[in-house]
């Protein structure tokens, strides 16, 4: 039988999990009837990315060349449901033509619906994933 330190239990449980290791993705409201735990996982991603997306969009970016890039969002959500952007990797053309592109990205978030967090054995617990946003 092994000993666990009451240490090592607590870094255990300060640790971030990745989408695989949770029991349920975090999620909205919109999301909440959706019985499987991948179908969850995808609302939870479409409703995040319209809702940059639609901000964006309402934004009016003017450019002088044509766009076509996928910026790569890395996101944590905290185990109160809070969503931090921790990076934003995108195509140096992109970044040249919308230098405003990082700063409208956090913007869209500050009005985003409640996000409940992920759970692991019935705890709320902190998650990091990325998501793919097309930009054309």
């Not at 449980?13 to 409201?29: A, G, K």
Request: glycine residues 2%; negative net charge; contains cysteine.
């Amino acid at each position: 039988m092994k000993k666990t330190s009451s240490e090592a239990i607590l870094k255990e449980e300060l640790q971030t999990f990745n989408w695989n290791d949770v029991d349920d993705y975090p999620s909205f409201t919109a999301c909440d009837s959706i019985e499987t735990k991948q179908n969850r996982k995808a609302c939870f991603e479409r409703v995040l990315t319209r809702h940059i997306g639609v901000f964006l969009k309402r934004e009016k970016i003017i450019v002088t060349q044509d766009i076509n890039d996928t910026i790569i969002l890395k996101f944590q959500v905290s185990e109160t449901g809070d969503l931090k952007l921790q990076n934003v990797d995108m195509d140096s053309v992109t970044r040249y033509q919308i230098p405003e592109i990082e700063n409208l990205i956090y913007k869209s978030l500050d009005s985003l619906p409640e996000i409940f967090p992920a759970t692991k054995r019935g705890q709320q617990v902190k998650t990091e994933f990325v998501l793919p946003i097309i930009i054309q």
